[in-house]
């Protein structure tokens, strides 16, 4: 029995649209992540990227659990004293989008094709998006 595995130009990608209001950030992450991968698929092949399109919508309304209302996330511009803190709940407001990402992209792989990966994964704060043209399946949960 031979062995397949997948190279770029035999991957077919779909387009799922997944809402995130009443969602937890954790489990959600994980189920975006290994779509980006290409977990869900029998081709998966860790080298390549075989991974789908996302569209996450309601990115404001996603759920946490426990104290993590209260966790920070720091950015660094680079220079001395250049450090910010932001909570989630002032990252809910400015900027909803990024809560998502950040989740997702720490859990994909520290290589270059994480940069492919994440590139697939639309976010966006309301229930609309612009890629219906793609027609992009519903995930179940």
Do not use: C
Not at 10 to 18: F, G, H, I
Not at 35 to 55: A, N
Not at 91 to 108: D, S, T
């Amino acid at each position: 029995m031979k062995t397949t595995l997948a190279n770029k130009e035999t991957v077919s990608r779909k387009w799922y649209v997944v809402d995130a209001s009443n969602e937890i950030l954790g489990r959600l992450a994980v189920k975006v992540a290994n779509i980006l991968r290409g977990r869900h698929k029998v081709t998966y092949t860790p080298h390549v990227d075989t991974g789908d399109f996302v569209v996450i919508i309601n990115a404001e309304k996603i759920q946490v659990t426990g104290k993590k209302e209260e966790k920070e996330y720091m950015t660094y511009s680079g220079y001395v004293g250049g450090e910010k803190y932001r909570t989630l709940a002032s990252l809910r407001k400015k900027n909803p989008e990024y809560i998502i990402e950040h989740a997702v992209k720490g859990m994909l792989p520290k290589n270059k094709l994480a940069h492919n990966m994440i590139t697939k994964m639309k976010v966006y704060a309301g229930s609309e998006h612009p890629h219906a043209a793609q027609n992009p399946i519903p995930l179940n949960s």
